[in-house]
Nanobody, 125 residues
């Protein structure tokens, strides 16, 4: 199995930036596509972005496209979510997840095999 641990969440003012990190351990990290999801109070978990088995293939939700950047460093077994121009509507618990080979990783949460514990991001106005 794969263990995922997010870090980097916190409180930030609107317009600011945060970088979330997700450290993976267990099975070979490079074999997995990695996704970021978020869940705001009272809402369903939603797709934020994903990166394939290399950083060449990335996908983003329309709500974050142009503001967020997902990347991975396979040598460090870590995936990142760089969040710029943060808005109060970005406030949520953020989760990283790993999808094994053959999964359609660019959207549905059910395509992911492993999940981190989440890290909270709060954007104040």
């Amino acid at each position: 199995q794969v263990q995922l641990v997010e870090s980097g969440g916190g409180l930030v003012q609107a317009g600011g930036s945060l970088r979330l990190s997700c450290a993976a351990s267990g099975r070979t990290f490079s074999n997995y596509a990695m996704g970021w999801f978020r869940q705001a109070p009272g809402k369903e978990r939603e797709f934020v972005g994903a990166v394939g088995w290399s950083s060449l293939s990335t996908y983003y939700a329309d709500s974050v496209k142009g503001r967020f950047t997902i990347s991975r460093d396979n040598a460090k077994n870590t995936v990142y979510l760089q969040m710029n121009s943060l808005k109060p509507e970005d406030t949520a618990d953020y989760y990283c997840a790993a999808a094994s080979s053959g999964r359609h990783y660019y959207g549905p949460p059910y395509e992911y095999d492993y999940w981190g514990q989440g890290t909270q991001v709060t954007v104040s106005s």
